[in-house]
C-alpha cells in the first residue's frame, strides 16, 4: 500500500475523528479543545525558547491558531481566542488571528516564522500565510508603539521596585493639614498638642473654598467627630451655631489621598501577580528595572529594522548574548532607556525610505482566508 504524504494523512484522521454535528459555544472552546487536529491549524513553542534568550527556569509559553467549525462561524455567537489565566498559553481564532495580522500586530506575524524547533504542530494550509504577504509599513507604528510599552512598562516597574508601599495603606487624615505660622501640621499631631480628641470636634465646609474645613470644639449638643466610625476615609459634618467661633481651620489635599490609594493599591496588586523568579532577577541584580521588559524592548526595535531593511521576520535573535546581559541587568536603567528611544528614532527613518507597502492588501488577505477555511472544513 502507497504511504499517504502528509496532507492527505492529516485529511485521513481529521475525517476519521470528525465529532457528531453539533452546535458548538464559546464555553467549549478549551484549550484541551482548540489543540485537537480537527480545528489545529498551528501549534506552536513562544516567547524566550523561539527567540533564544530562555534562561534556566523559564516557562514555556504556547501560541497557536484554531479554526472554528462552520456549524459555530454560522451562528450568532464568536470567538477571538482562548487563553490560560496567565496568558501563557494562548490559541487564535482564525478570522481575528488575519485581522491582527492585517495590522501588523507583532505577536501575530511572530507566528508566521517561527522556528522550526519550535513548531508542534503546524497544518500545510497554515503555511499559505506568508510573511510577505502580509509585512508593510505599519509595523513602523506597532513595532514602536510595543517597544515604547515595554519601556513605559519598565518605568512603571521602576518606580515600584525602587518605591515599594507599605502594607498599610494611609490613613485619609493623614493628608489633613492645620495651617500653622508659615506652614502646616497634620490635623491628627495639632489636636494632640492641645489634648483634644478628635470625637470632640466637628467640621464644617468652608464656601467657596474647596478642601477647606472649619473645626470647631463640641459644636451642639453632641459632637460627630471628625471622620466617620463606619468610614475612616470619610469626614462628617457637624451642625454648628452662628454664633460658633472655629478652633481651627484644615486642609484636605484629596487630590494626594487619592494618588496615594491608587498607587497603593497597584503596588500590592502587582506584588500578588508578579512573577517571583523574574521579581527575584531584577532583585539581584540590583539595578531598579525589570530587565527582561527592556530586554524585549531592544529585540523588538531589532526586528522592527530588520523588516524595514530587509522586509524579513527574524525571530531566533542572532544577538542572544547581547540581549541576555540585557536581561541581567549588566547595564544602567538610563542607559538603556536612551538606547531605545535612539533606535526607535533610528526604525522610524528606516520605514519610511522602505519599499514595503503603506499596508497589506485587504482583498487579497480577504481571498486568501475564505479558501483556507472551506479547505480546511472540507
Partial sequence: MKPLDPESLDALLRTEIRRPSQILKPIDFTLERVREPDVLLLDSVAGSQAYGTAIAGSDEDRRGVFAAPRSFLFGLDAIEQVADERSDQVYYELGHFVALLLKNNPNALELLAMPDDCIRHRHPLFERLKPEIFLSKLCAKTFG?????QIRKARGLNKKIVNPEPEQRRAMLDFC????????????????ARSIPPRECGLTAVEHAAGIFAIYRNPGDEPRGIVSPKDPDTLIFSSVPKEAVPLAWMHFNRDAFQAHCKAHREYWEWVGQRNEERYTTNASHGRGYDSKNLMHTLRLLDMAGEIATEGVLRIRRPNR???????SGE?????????????LAEVQVAFERSSLPDQPDRDRVNGLLVEIREQFSS
Fill in 145 to 149: 508603539e510595543y517597544a515604547m510599552g
Fill in 177 to 192: 493639614h492645620v495651617p500653622e505660622g508659615q506652614g502646616s501640621t497634620p490635623v491628627l499631631d495639632w489636636l494632640a
Fill in 321 to 327: 548574548d547581547y540581549l541576555l546581559r540585557v536581561r
Fill in 331 to 343: 547595564f544602567a536603567y538610563e542607559d538603556l532607556v536612551a538606547k531605545a528611544e535612539d533606535q
